[in-house]
């Protein structure tokens, strides 16, 4: 069994930073590409920011400039650093990470159970 668990969402004023973490945790398993996506309430899932294992990084226009993702693969934890934040970037953020499976010999895409992030004017 593998599970995704984030931390680090919160309340801050516009032009502040938070640190959200995401951290894969079971047995035989690597963690390939991950990224960050966001929800508002009825509106669709956005992509956010994406790595792969070797440290690609992409970003979506909205975010290019202010947030940073990073990871690191020894402790299977990935980062999104959130740095002069908007009233906009309001939303629920989930951590994705596709990951093979050794006992399985495959690749799943696996979730985080999200957190929030409030930005207040």
């Known amino acids: 069994q593998v599970q995704l668990v984030e931390s680090g969402g919160g309340l801050v004023q516009a032009g502040g930073s938070l640190r959200l973490s995401c951290t894969a945790s079971g047995s035989r398993f690597v963690v390939n590409d991950m990224g960050w996506y966001r929800q508002v309430p009825g509106k669709q899932r956005e992509l956010v920011a994406t790595?792969?294992?070797?440290?690609?990084?992409g970003y979506a226009d909205s975010v290019k400039g202010r947030f940073i993702i990073s990871r690191d693969n020894a402790k299977n934890t990935g980062w999104l650093q959130m740095n002069s934040l908007k009233p906009e970037d309001t939303a629920d953020y989930y951590c994705s990470a596709r990951i093979w499976l050794q006992f399985r010999r495959d690749e799943f895409e696996y979730w985080g159970q999200g957190t929030q992030v409030t930005v207040s004017s």
């Open positions: 790595i792969t294992h070797g440290g690609a990084t």
